[in-house]
T-cell receptor, first 118, second 114 residues
Framework: KAGVTQTPRYLIKTRGQQVTLSCSPI?????VSWYQQTPGQGLQFLFE???????NKGNFPGRFSGRQFSNSRSEMNVSTLELGDSALYLC?????????????????FGAGSRLTVL | AQSVSQHNHHVILSEAASLELGCNYS??????LFWYVQYPGQHLQLLLK??????LVKGIKGFEAEFIKSKFSFNLRKPSVQWSDTAEYFC????????????FGGGTRLMVKP
């Protein structure tokens, strides 16, 4: 079956602009999580959506936002881009039924969207 | 909030050497534990996971990990590494009541020399 698909794969923006990244989860998966990966900070959790509701949120400023649609596809948006937002943004999906349930929390990651802010 | 420490940032081994990567976490409650691997140019893949039961778990490609609750550790091991194991390895913790939020360690870059 198809994996987690992220678009676009690469993009370049300038400071002050905004960007929207898209994620299509594995068919049947209802949970979508977003992570930021940078050389300095590593992998950091941004937020998780389950059934169109934000279930968890990491310690990122309000410029980072997301949403999930009824078909489980998700988007994240970063407004007023800063140089430090340059990163690989990873989306992960899981069945996401009950937290802690067997299989519920195994994340399958996409290839990521590499954002460069100039 | 939980945190995860991977003490080895870079490891260089020769083929056939044994591997052990350390992972310690701080969280007082029940956790799910994972090791993910990122091969050069590829996306993160699940190596193995621990939810409950036998604390020694086996994953893909001959990897295993042991959960020692008293030490808050989940070390990754492989008896004999291959050149193809060259990758970055990430330990991750999920608190039992935190949805699918994973806290990752800083990663360990493993280079296996042929």
């Amino acid at each position: 079956k198809a994996g987690v698909t992220q678009t676009p794969r690469y993009l370049i923006k300038t400071r002050g602009q905004q960007v929207t990244l898209s994620c299509s989860p594995i068919s049947g998966h209802r949970s979508v999580s977003w992570y930021q990966q940078t050389p300095g900070q590593g992998l950091q959790f941004l937020f998780e959506y389950f059934s169109e509701t934000q279930r968890n949120k990491g310690n990122f400023p309000g410029r980072f936002s997301g949403r999930q649609f009824s078909n489980s596809r998700s988007e994240m948006n970063v407004s007023t881009l800063e140089l430090g937002d340059s990163a690989l943004y990873l989306c992960a999906s899981s069945p996401g039924a009950i937290a802690g349930g067997l299989g519920a929390n195994v994340l399958t990651f996409g290839a990521g969207s590499r954002l460069t802010v100039l | 909030a939980q945190s995860v420490s991977q003490h080895n940032h870079h490891v260089i081994l020769s083929e056939a050497a044994s591997l052990e990567l350390g992972c310690n976490y701080s969280y007082g409650g029940t956790v799910n534990l994972f090791w993910y691997v990122q091969y050069p140019g590829q996306h993160l893949q699940l190596l193995l996971k621990y939810f409950s039961g036998d604390p020694l778990v086996k994953g893909i490609k001959g990897f295993e990990a042991e959960f020692i609750k008293s030490k808050f550790s989940f070390n990754l091991r492989k008896p004999s590494v291959q050149w193809s194991d060259t990758a970055e390895y990430f330990c991750a913790v999920n608190a039992y009541n935190a949805g699918n939020m994973l806290t990752f360690g800083g990663g360990t870059r493993l280079m296996v020399k042929p």
